[in-house]
């Protein structure tokens, strides 16, 4: 994105117990490190590499080569990784997270999300991130964006109603208003949401170009998705808007969209109107105008986050695992939320028809993003961690299983949540080669053979800090005491995704 989202943690061990200690204490003995006869996947190449020696300084890979070239200096740690397979750290590109301090950090980062694109301004995820970076809590290198910019009335919160994450603009001059603050605050990226009137979007994006500040986020409705694609907008989330774009009937689904209307704080009503619309599309479908589009992506470099598993949710309300073995890292009083949304919003009133339309599609989504990828539109992976039964950490990994379930090799889906998120970001990560962060994922199996494979994880780097098999169930055990314990009144952001979730009345 730019240097200035390029922030790394400096991260101690021991969550629990490890926030006495400076950072300096906590890094005695783990400048050096060398991870030997270890398979090597790294996602620039085609082929894994494999007996590889890995050696860490700091926070930095310094050599990456074959066991038997590497020097080892006296006084380095050494880990014997026969038998293992090591990726880069992976990043989540599109998350709203969860819970306390000693929950969503945590999780991220032992399940080998060492990056985490949050999706709201927030004070938690802020504070969250001051921590990590004072070497006071163990997590991901956080990139945070604003308030999210809505139109008024705004899906996500009510008539004049302004909060810690949402912005509502009505006019340009609001939108240009609405990107000072965010760049005031410190935000890495301007979000932008549903609902934004055409001539303040354009706006937003001007003043986002003069003060340098990406704009990310949903294509509005009442914006044609080419000139959004045409305007700069650094990538588009979810399967919404973009797909409607490439209709044969056009003009119907211009009409239909401008013809939305919706109460303050009502995505759920919207999502209900946006149905039918979708449904016309997948009825009449132009290849021509779905080429267009993506060759533009392409020329333009608009990236997609195509959160399958959130419209997997939202399409199939009915297939979501009410007893989840992770449900043990979420506190009780957000499992008790996220079963009431999904009863009493996702599931009770919808017809059998509507039913049956939403199952038929998903499949169709899955096709829209193998077309993509075809096409040359570079994804990135987002999992909506946050979203009812949308887990930090573990949720990404449900992510790649489905973008390989919609066509993408293995490898093609390590590269979105690996080098394709770091090119979009500008960081030094996303890779095993000397010079980059050394945020990596050890795995007891290939990725590259099942990509289910990225979840049996035997360790982590995160930020240089090895937390090896013994620690890492440590560790996950501290954040699974926490969820048990008694709850604090939550804040929104405790509660979880703003987005695709009605609002708690």
Same mark, same amino acid.
């Given at each position: 994105?730019?240097?200035?989202?390029?922030?790394?943690?400096?991260?101690?061990?021991?969550?629990?117990?490890?926030?006495?200690?400076?950072?300096?204490?906590?890094?005695?003995?783990?400048?050096?490190?060398?991870?030997?006869?270890?398979?090597?996947?790294?996602?620039?190449?085609?082929?894994?590499?494999?007996?590889?020696?890995?050696?860490?300084?700091?926070?930095?890979?310094?050599?990456?080569?074959?066991?038997?070239?590497?020097?080892?200096?006296?006084?380095?740690?050494?880990?014997?990784?026969?038998?293992?397979?090591?990726?880069?750290?992976?990043?989540?590109?599109?998350?709203?997270?969860?819970?306390?301090?000693?929950?969503?950090?945590?999780?991220?980062?032992?399940?080998?999300?060492?990056?985490?694109?949050?999706?709201?301004?927030?004070?938690?995820?802020?504070?969250?991130?001051?921590?990590?970076?004072?070497?006071?809590?163990?997590?991901?290198?956080?990139?945070?964006?604003?308030?999210?910019?809505?139109?008024?009335?705004?899906?996500?919160?009510?008539?004049?109603?302004?909060?810690?994450?949402?912005?509502?603009?009505?006019?340009?001059?609001?939108?240009?208003?609405?990107?000072?603050?965010?760049?005031?605050?410190?935000?890495?990226?301007?979000?932008?949401?549903?609902?934004?009137?055409?001539?303040?979007?354009?706006?937003?994006?001007?003043?986002?170009?003069?003060?340098?500040?990406?704009?990310?986020?949903?294509?509005?409705?009442?914006?044609?998705?080419?000139?959004?694609?045409?305007?700069?907008?650094?990538?588009?989330?979810?399967?919404?808007?973009?797909?409607?774009?490439?209709?044969?009937?056009?003009?119907?689904?211009?009409?239909?969209?401008?013809?939305?209307?919706?109460?303050?704080?009502?995505?759920?009503?919207?999502?209900?109107?946006?149905?039918?619309?979708?449904?016309?599309?997948?009825?009449? $479908?132009?290849?021509?105008? /779905?080429? %267009?589009?993506? +060759?533009?992506?392409?020329?333009? @470099? &608009? =990236?997609?986050?195509?959160?399958?598993?959130?419209?997997?949710?939202?399409?199939?309300?009915?297939?979501?695992?009410?007893?989840?073995?992770?449900?043990?890292?979420?506190?009780?009083?957000?499992?008790?939320?996220?079963?009431?949304?999904?009863?009493?919003?996702?599931?009770?009133?919808?017809?059998?028809?509507?039913?049956?339309?939403?199952?038929?599609?998903?499949?169709?989504?899955?096709?829209?993003?193998?077309?993509?990828?075809?096409?040359?539109?570079?994804?990135?992976?987002?999992?909506?961690?946050?979203?009812?039964?949308?887990?930090?950490?573990?949720?990404?990994?449900?992510?790649?299983?489905?973008?390989?379930?919609?066509?993408?090799? $293995?490898?093609?889906?390590? /590269?979105? %949540?690996?080098? +394709?998120?770091?090119?979009?970001? @500008? &960081? =030094?990560?996303?890779?095993?080669?000397?010079?980059?962060?050394?945020?990596?994922?050890?795995?007891?199996?290939?990725?590259?053979?099942?990509?289910?494979?990225?979840?049996?994880?035997?360790?982590?780097?995160?930020?240089?800090?090895?937390?090896?098999?013994?620690?890492?169930?440590?560790?996950?055990?501290?954040?699974?005491?926490?969820?048990?314990?008694?709850?604090?009144?939550?804040?929104?952001?405790?509660?979880?995704?703003?987005?695709?979730?009605?609002?708690?009345?």
């Amino acid at each position: 994105m730019n240097q200035q989202v390029a922030r790394r943690s400096v991260l101690i061990g021991g969550l629990a117990a490890g926030l006495g200690a400076s950072p300096q204490q906590a890094w005695a003995g783990q400048s050096a490190l060398a991870l030997t006869h270890v398979t090597v996947i790294d996602p620039e190449r085609e082929r894994p590499q494999r007996d590889m020696t890995v050696l860490l300084s700091g926070t930095r890979i310094m050599a990456v080569g074959p066991a038997h070239r590497v020097r080892i200096r006296p006084g380095t740690r050494v880990i014997d990784l026969t038998g293992k397979y090591l990726i880069p750290g992976l990043a989540d590109m599109h998350a709203h997270s969860i819970g306390s301090e000693r929950i969503s950090p945590p999780l991220y980062a032992l399940n080998g999300v060492t990056t985490v694109r949050e999706m709201a301004s927030s004070s938690v995820v802020s504070g969250w991130r001051a921590q990590i970076e004072r070497g006071q809590l163990l997590g991901p290198n956080w990139i945070i964006a604003g308030p999210i910019v809505d139109g008024r009335p705004s899906l996500l919160a009510g008539d004049g109603e302004e909060s810690d994450g949402i912005i509502q603009v009505s006019t340009a001059a609001q939108g240009r208003d609405a990107v000072r603050r965010s760049k005031a605050s410190g935000a890495d990226f301007v979000k932008l949401y549903s609902r934004i009137p055409e001539d303040a979007y354009f706006a937003i994006v001007d003043e986002a170009r003069r003060l340098r500040i990406p704009v990310a986020g949903h294509s509005p409705d009442r914006v044609l998705v080419e000139a959004v694609i045409a305007a700069g907008h650094r990538s588009i989330e979810h399967l919404h808007t973009l797909p409607l774009a490439t209709s044969s009937r056009p003009a119907d689904v211009r009409r239909a969209l401008a013809a939305i209307k919706v109460n303050p704080g009502d995505y759920n009503g919207w999502f209900r109107q946006i149905h039918p619309i979708e449904w016309l599309v997948a009825q009449h $479908p132009s290849a021509a105008r /779905r080429d %267009a589009v993506f +060759e533009q992506m392409v020329r333009r @470099g &608009t =990236r997609s986050v195509p959160t399958l598993i959130m419209h997997q949710l939202l399409d199939m309300p009915e297939s979501a695992i009410l007893d989840d073995d992770r449900l043990r890292y979420v506190p009780i009083g957000t499992r008790e939320f996220w079963k009431f949304i999904l009863e009493e919003f996702y599931i009770k009133g919808r017809s059998a028809e509507e039913k049956a339309q939403q199952r038929e599609l998903y499949p169709r989504r899955l096709e829209f993003v193998h077309a993509m990828q075809r096409a040359g539109v570079r994804l990135l992976a987002g999992s909506e961690a946050g979203l009812v039964y949308a887990y930090p950490g573990f949720s990404l990994h449900d992510e790649l299983t489905e973008l390989v379930r919609a066509g993408l090799t $293995p490898l093609q889906s390590l /590269r979105m %949540a690996t080098t +394709e998120a770091a090119d979009f970001l @500008g &960081t =030094r990560t996303g890779s095993i080669r000397s010079g980059c962060t050394a945020d990596l994922v050890v795995l007891d199996a290939n990725p590259l053979i099942d990509i289910r494979n990225t979840t049996k994880i035997h360790a982590v780097v995160v930020n240089g800090r090895l937390i090896d098999s013994t620690e890492r169930r440590r560790l996950l055990a501290d954040v699974e005491s926490a969820a048990a314990e008694p709850e604090p009144t939550q804040s929104a952001a405790a509660l979880g995704c703003i987005c695709h979730m009605p609002r708690r009345r």
